[in-house]
């Protein structure tokens, strides 16, 4: 029987593999330290339940998480998910335009915020190709 925890762990592992290997620095769920628990909360709650159920494909939720990021300037979730985005099948331009449309409903310093990180992942993203 697989749990919520499992199916989470399962789904990062697919979409973040550098998280969850443990290779980034990101990697921080090792259960020890203050709020150490926050990745297991993570991993069942927003991995294992939120992000499996259906309804939405995972480009749309994609779509979705980033314009909720935006709008609370989460500069640190945003640089996760624009990873995540681009392998959930969003494109550069895709991901720039959630950027131009979140101007208009969560200000344009929060699009600001978001188009720097964008440009810094994506850059990198580019430059480790190369």
């Known amino acids: 029987m ?15 593999p550098e998280v969850v290997s443990g290779s980034g620095p990101e990697a921080t769920a090792d259960g020890e330290g ?28 994609s779509l979705v998480t980033l314009g909720v990021l935006i709008a609370l300037r989460a500069e640190d979730e945003l640089r996760f998910h624009f990873t995540i985005g681009l392998r959930n099948g ?26 720097r990180v964008g440009r810094e992942v994506l850059d990198q993203r580019t430059n480790d190709q190369n």
């Open 90 to 115: 969003l494109t550069r331009e895709e991901l720039e335009e959630v950027v131009y449309h979140a101007s208009g409903y969560a200000g344009f310093p929060a699009a600001s915020t978001a188009a």
């Open 2 to 16: 697989t749990t919520t925890r499992d199916a989470g762990l399962a789904l990062l592992q697919e979409i973040l």
């Open 34 to 61: 203050f709020a150490a628990a926050l990745g297991e909360l993570s991993l069942e709650n927003v991995f294992g339940q939120l992000w499996t159920r259906p309804g939405l494909d995972r480009r749309a939720r």
